[in-house]
């Protein structure tokens, strides 16, 4: 990591050194200003990642990793439970129900599955009444995507209380899972692996470090891209076979399936008073404007860092438009079913239960890297930053290995880079250098001067350098 003081945080995303080349791509589209190039290489600030995942899909190089599980994890435990996200369903072909993608996950050894979109439909029911309570603070902001709530501890502290208290749907399915395992399996708590089926890095991230929850039942993430060759080979079990192994399993509606794309939440939810947003730089736009007071007419905001929602995921298979397509088709034809769920047992004592859909530990800002620990000291740096500032270019090219003229002044404060960084301030000393390397070639001891020397002087600057005094009264 670049940064001196280390913020010791769990990142799924990972740099390969030896597949960087050192070009700017990354450093100009992460939200967060979290990479620098250095000595050729890529390097992340750790406290400022939140691992939206943005780097990898940019990277030409793939020197940009996910770090996840893998399937292999499972031989670790007695007991495993998958909870897919909605987001699979739209990776296999139109028509491949979401109960068979359950039963599949069934037969590629797990041993039991939850569906998160069984548990979205549980939130929407949770969020739609927290939107209908008395409360002062307006727009409230969706929880769902961990990287967004990451984006606002890192770069949006003071939204922080417009975070709705809500678990997303992974965290509610895995605690709605926790329970059923405590009441129904014989095999001791440390023997079972809970697997979130995860589309994206900042999920992968949130699962094995949560944001706003104490206790973690989750074991860990595998990517939906470990999985999904797996599932289509074991898509073509017979009806009877699926009806053996998905009996016990409760799938969501068509309204928690929708949660897998940008909007589908709010779908969910219903109202009017409701945006949705995604991509991670779109979301930065909105969430800019709520700073500014521009959005209290707005009651909620779905927000993902993905384009087009978890579908867009850099974890996922299949093309994000196509997935859409098919997300919204499911959902469209499935939408009849929430009624069902709701009144499900296991959704009502669910529901009854609300700590299984809350926060219990507030969410804190995170500490960037302060310029100094004493006061003084730091807004001396800070008005030495404004004059680098104003001294630069302000190009913001990236050529420095700095995302913008901005973060190469902070940089330059706190000892981590110099203004001759700076193509354009390096060419401009390079400059000067050299007008005084030709003045100095023409100077020389009055003891050591003689006009045959001067002349071979005068012969190797050229013609057009500016002449000396001692010549001027020769």
């Not at 991230?205 to 039942?217: F, L, W």
Request: aromatic letters at 4%.
């Amino acid at each position: 990591m670049l940064e001196v003081e280390q913020q010791m945080y769990f990142h799924s995303v990972h740099l390969m050194e030896d597949k960087c080349k050192g070009c700017v791509n990354c450093i100009k589209r992460c939200p967060t200003e979290a990479i620098r190039v250095r000595d050729g290489k890529a390097h992340i600030i750790e406290a400022r990642c939140i691992d939206c995942g943005e780097c990898v899909r940019i990277c030409p190089n793939q020197a940009k990793i996910v770090v996840a599980d893998t399937l292999e994890r499972l031989k670790q435990y007695k007991f495993n439970v998958a909870l897919p996200a909605p987001a699979i369903y739209g990776q296999f072909r139109e028509g491949t129900s979401p109960l068979r993608v359950l039963a599949a996950l069934l037969a590629i050894g797990f041993d039991h599955v939850v569906d998160v979109a069984f548990a979205a439909d549980l939130c929407g029911k949770k969020i739609r009444e927290a939107i209908e309570s008395p409360h002062e603070i307006r727009p409230l902001i969706s929880s769902a995507c961990p990287a967004v709530v990451r984006l606002i501890q890192v770069r949006f502290p003071n939204l922080i209380e417009h975070l709705l208290p809500v678990l997303s749907p992974m965290r509610a399915a895995a605690n709605i899972a926790w329970h059923q395992m405590a009441e129904q399996s014989a095999f001791d708590p440390k023997d079972i692996g809970m697997w979130f089926i995860s589309p994206c890095p900042g999920k992968v991230s949130a699962a094995n470090e949560p944001i706003g929850v104490e206790d973690n039942v989750l074991t860990g993430a595998i990517p939906v891209a470990e999985v999904y060759p797996l599932i289509r080979e074991k898509l073509n079990h017979s009806d009877h076979e699926l009806e053996k192994m998905v009996a016990d399993l409760k799938p969501g509606s068509g309204l928690g399936v929708g949660w897998a794309r940008s909007g589908g939440e709010n779908q969910s939810i219903g109202g009017s008073r409701q945006i949705a947003v995604d991509g991670i730089h779109n979301v930065i736009q909105i969430l800019e404007e709520v700073e500014r007071g521009k959005l209290s007419d707005i009651d909620y905001i779905e927000a993902q860092a993905c384009m087009g929602g978890c579908v867009g995921g850099v974890l996922t298979v299949e093309n994000s438009f196509i997935t859409r397509r098919r997300v919204r088709i499911l959902a469209t034809d499935g939408a009849d079913r929430l009624d069902n769920v709701l009144c499900d047992d296991i959704a009502q004592e669910a529901l009854e239960n609300e700590n299984w859909f809350r926060h219990d530990k507030p969410i804190e800002p995170r500490p960037t890297l302060k310029l100094d620990d004493d006061m003084a000291t730091a807004i001396r740096k800070m008005e030495q930053m404004e004059r680098i500032v104003e001294d630069l270019p302000g190009l913001d090219c990236g050529s420095c290995g700095a995302p913008n003229c901005q973060a190469l002044a902070e940089d330059v404060v706190r000892g981590l880079a110099t203004e001759m960084d700076c193509v354009f301030k390096l060419r401009e000393r390079v400059r000067q250098l050299a007008v005084e390397m030709m003045e100095l070639a023409e100077k020389a001891p009055p003891a050591m001067g003689h006009v045959e020397k001067k002349a071979e002087t005068k012969d190797a600057i050229g013609e057009h350098s500016p002449k000396s005094q001692s010549e001027t009264l020769e």
